[in-house]
């Protein structure tokens, strides 16, 4: 029991794809109203996978963990340490307790390092003005 229900909110997949069986876990599920953006502005730990909305959740200098024993595709985001990387639900819970309990911290340089390689292509331009 680690989360009281003011604490934890679980935004599923915005395109629908993705479904959340357990009951349990139904009433933490956020409003489909809810923009991605703003989830995450309200949120301190971001936990995705393989997808570009860990982008914004750099952009706004939230942990994240990528839990990667949920699906078999290599992403761009497994080789950077700042993005938690973990291999079992057992690994997810503990990385989210040093979190919380403020035993860990972010590489701001690889925030900035991840969107300058893959969002600005390593160029010194906006990404719109070179589209």
């Known amino acids: 029991d680690r989360f009281s229900p003011s604490e934890l909110r679980i935004s599923l997949h915005t395109r629908g794809s993705g ?3 357990e009951k349990k876990y139904q009433p933490y599920i956020a409003s489909s109203g809810q923009l991605s953006g703003q989830l995450i502005r309200d949120s301190d730990i971001i936990i995705c996978f393989g997808s570009s909305i860990i982008f914004e959740a750099i952009l706004q200098e939230k942990f994240i963990i990528n839990p990667k024993y949920l699906h078999t595709n290599t992403t761009i985001y497994d080789d950077y340490d700042t993005i938690f990387s973990t291999d079992s639900e057992q690994q997810t819970l503990e990385r989210i307790d040093e979190i919380l309990k403020h035993s860990t911290s972010k590489n701001y340089n690889q925030y900035d390092e991840i969107i300058f390689k893959h969002v ?5 331009e906006e990404p719109i003005n070179s589209f």
């Open 19 to 21: 479904d959340l069986t």
């Open 120 to 124: 600005y292509q390593e160029k010194d």
